[in-house]
């Protein structure tokens, strides 16, 4: 481990710059601005799963009370986007219309209310009279590619990028890759492993429902107040489908009461500024729950076919891997999670000389996946562990010995890293840093492993075993994620930083904070942080892909590298010696020889008024060549009833390498509320739907998510590398933690029980037929 000693703001738990606030209700979220007279907006969604509109009839509807605007396909913009808010051109197909005449999954719109109060509109909904006639549905993703299979999008859908696009077919993307010979390799194994694994469809339950506000400042432009990981993304479609000048449109994003993905998604922003537009009012949305459960984005159901090629040596002959996910209705992130599925996951076990990756995302008449933490890799791992596992016990090896011989180590690369990114081939690199050796020691000790594994602890008819899973993820989208901030000084030796990242509750504003007053020398608390506004921050892609720690945060090193030299040179001038006579620390200029000192406040004071009479401030933006991984070896203790299939889990320890933990208490955060979140998903959650494709559990009450009465023990460890490029030795951390519960927790199973549990989530029921079948 390579930890700087000598750091005085990177690697300390600082407190968050917004702590005092939060906890004194005086931060501000998106339903909480007072905007002066608003119009609400609500939906009419659609109760049926496929159809085509015959007829709407919306007069009663306008003629209601307190309504203003009825708005459906026949008097909204056509324009074709994609409601994905990443780069641009977006990877995910162009295949959503604000409106349409088609409905496609049960909880697809057919049109908005805009009323003087949320009342009126709801009431008025009711007095639409939409006709619609029902086509059959496809609910099935296995059969999404059948001849005669029906079809979801027939028009003039498109790609905004050269990728496989196949609607006449349901495809709506495909990854293919390969390496060797996999017939080869399986023919030299002495044993070919196979099987198939399912992870669910989930909701993000972020605490903060999905909600916008608009109005018109004093000039008429239009300001949009948005719940949103992606603000300038939002500023980019609203423009795109409403045919709003940029120039028109401020976002901001102000405190997000958490994203996980589902945020990065444009689907209400765009409605919103359509009618308060037309209208020239201000409008506020703010979804119920279950209209986030039915409407808004989901994790993608998948299905993962493994096809593995073992020598008893240990050493894979051969890995196949066919992945097959669900898009849902329309197809955000249909290509970029399918890529992840295989981009951040093989990788891993870099020594397969075999290997081959099929991933086809295909339509179907349910809810819509979307960006998730984890993206993929959390679908991939939850199937590589438990064949990793099995490889192991095929060959006699202790998993955690097994995972030690084989992982991709520093110094080692992966040609999957070039052949695969995401939506494009991807990037070479070498692995700089790898702490999961030590992950793996550390969380072995924490969990007590070599006491436990394999001893079926017994208490009458309840078992317990130890499992164990592997992860690495990214931070950042190498030659795609791009960053920039702005930093001036003032009179006071304080610092505003201006970023267009995205802080959605990580911390990531005081992560930035401490990044700059290390690079200039200052305390952390010495810099007032302005994030998130399109008007008055410099541009940010947004906060996703584990991007913001590395991307950004090597953007704000840089920009603040720029003030210091500017420090240093002004400190120079004044003493009359050479900069390299001069020391910065703690908010001081110090000769080095004399011990004279100059506050940084002195020093802005003389550029601004006495010499030179400048600004001290500088500009940076970074866009990153590689993507360093974060490591996570995570281990779990089940308990199993053999007689009733319950399945308890009784302790998680999480060893992560994220490089230098730049704040070593919210880094513990990230991990802990990522691991809650995949317990949850691996344990409890899973859309429930009847037989016309209604979700029929759409609330807190049925849709069950752990909370920290259900947490179990849990161990967190951060464990130290030193990341060469990022800032500080720094490494994302934000979504890797999620990927680790569910093939943890299932192999912990299977050495209690001796069951694979391929299909999430683990429920009582699933356990107990499992159980019968090996009696």
């Not at 495909?174 to 909701?203: C, H, P, R, W």
């Not at 394999?454 to 989208?477: D, E, L, N, P």
Request: aromatic share 8%; hydrophobic share 40%; net charge negative.
């Amino acid at each position: 481990m390579m930890m700087n000693k000598n750091f005085k703001q990177a690697g300390l738990s600082h407190e968050k710059l917004d702590s005092i606030a939060l906890a004194c209700g005086r931060e501000k979220y998106t339903d909480d601005f007072r905007i002066d007279e608003p119009l609400f907006i609500s939906f009419l969604y659609s109760d049926i799963a496929s159809g085509l509109i015959k007829s709407i009839n919306i007069s009663r509807a306008e003629a209601a009370d307190g309504v203003k605007a009825v708005l459906y396909y026949g008097n909204t913009p056509e324009t074709l986007h994609t409601t994905a808010g990443q780069g641009f051109p977006e990877p995910s197909p162009y295949d959503c219309r604000m409106f349409d005449s088609k409905v496609r999954f049960v909880g697809d719109r057919i049109a908005a209310v805009a009323a003087e109060t949320k009342k009126q509109a709801d009431a008025a909904l009711k007095l639409i009279d939409v006709k619609i006639e029902e086509s059959e549905p496809l609910f099935d993703m296995e059969k999404a590619m059948d001849a005669g299979a029906p079809l979801i999008h027939t028009d003039d859908e498109y790609p905004a990028i050269p990728v496989t696009y196949k609607p006449e077919i349901n495809l709506a993307a495909e990854v293919l890759i390969s390496f060797g010979d996999i017939e080869k390799g399986l023919a030299e194994a002495d044993t070919v492993i196979e099987d198939s694994y399912n992870m669910q469809y989930a909701s993000h339950c972020a605490t903060e429902p999905h909600a916008v506000a608009v109005y018109f400042d004093e000039r008429g432009r239009m300001v949009i107040i948005s719940a949103t990981q992606v603000p300038f993304h939002v500023r980019r479609i609203v423009s795109m489908v409403c045919g709003i000048a940029i120039q028109n449109i401020r976002v901001i994003k102000p405190r997000v009461g958490g994203g996980f993905g589902g945020k990065q998604e444009v689907f209400l922003e765009q409605v919103a500024a359509l009618t308060a537009w037309r209208l020239r009012r201000s409008v506020k949305i703010v979804l119920s729950r279950k209209e986030v459960f039915i409407n808004a984005r989901t994790r993608h159901a998948m299905r993962s076919r493994i096809r593995m090629g073992v020598k008893k040596t240990g050493e894979i002959t051969a890995l196949e891997v066919d992945d097959l996910m669900n898009a849902g209705a329309y197809g955000p992130h249909a290509l970029t999670v399918l890529s992840n599925a295989g981009a951040k996951v093989l990788p891993l076990f870099n020594k397969i000389e075999n290997l081959s990756f099929t991933g086809r995302s295909v339509y179907t008449n349910l809810p819509i996946g979307g960006a998730y933490r984890g993206y993929g890799a959390t679908q991939g791992y939850f199937a590589l562990n438990q064949h990793i596992d099995a490889a192991a016990r095929y060959c006699g090896i202790d998993f955690l010995d097994y995972v030690k011989k084989w992982h991709i180590k520093s110094g080692e690369t992966s040609a999957v890293f070039a052949a695969l990114g995401e939506g494009k081939e991807g990037v070479s690199q070498y692995i700089k840093s790898c702490g999961l050796g030590d992950c793996i020691d550390l969380g072995a000790e924490a969990i007590g492993w070599a006491e436990k594994r394999g001893k079926k602890i017994r208490s009458g008819s309840k078992v317990r075993g130890v499992g164990a899973a592997v992860c690495m993820q990214g931070s950042g989208i190498p030659e795609i994620d791009m960053a920039s901030c702005h930093i001036k000084m003032n009179e006071d030796g304080s610092f505003n930083l201006s970023t267009g990242a995205t802080d959605i509750g990580t911390g990531s504003d005081t992560i930035l904070a401490q990044i700059a007053a290390e690079a200039v020398g200052t305390s952390y608390d010495k810099f007032i942080v302005l994030s998130s506004d399109t008007d008055t921050t410099p541009f940010d892609t947004g906060a996703y892909a584990s991007s913001t720690t590395y991307i950004t945060g090597n953007a704000v090193k840089l920009c603040a590298l720029k003030i210091r030299a500017q420090l240093e040179e002004t400190a120079a001038e004044i003493l009359s010696v050479e900069k390299s006579d001069i020391e910065l620390s703690g908010g001081t200029a110090r000769q080095i020889l004399t011990s004279k000192k100059i506050s940084y406040g002195e020093l802005c004071a003389y550029r601004l008024y006495t010499s030179g009479q400048y600004q001290i401030q500088a500009t940076q933006s970074f866009v990153a060549h590689e993507s360093p991984p974060p490591f996570t070896a995570q281990f779990a203790e089940v308990e199993v009833d053999l007689e009733t299939g319950e399945l308890k889990l009784l302790e998680l320890v999480a060893a992560v390498d994220c490089g230098l933990a730049l704040n070593p208490i919210l880094a513990e955060g990230q991990v802990e509320g990522a691991v809650l979140n995949g317990i949850s998903y691996a344990l409890t959650e899973e859309y429930l739907f009847n037989s016309k494709g209604r979700m029929v559990n759409p609330d807190y009450g049925h849709y069950k998510i752990f909370s920290i009465a259900d947490m179990p023990k849990l161990k967190t460890i951060i464990v130290d590398s030193f990341e060469q490029t990022g800032p500080y030795g720094a490494k994302s951390i934000g979504e890797i933690a999620l990927n680790g519960p569910a093939p943890a927790i299932a192999n912990a199973v299977f050495d209690a029980a001796g069951i694979r549990l391929k299909d999430t989530p683990f429920t009582p029921e699933k356990v107990w037929k499992l159980l019968r079948k090996e009696v």
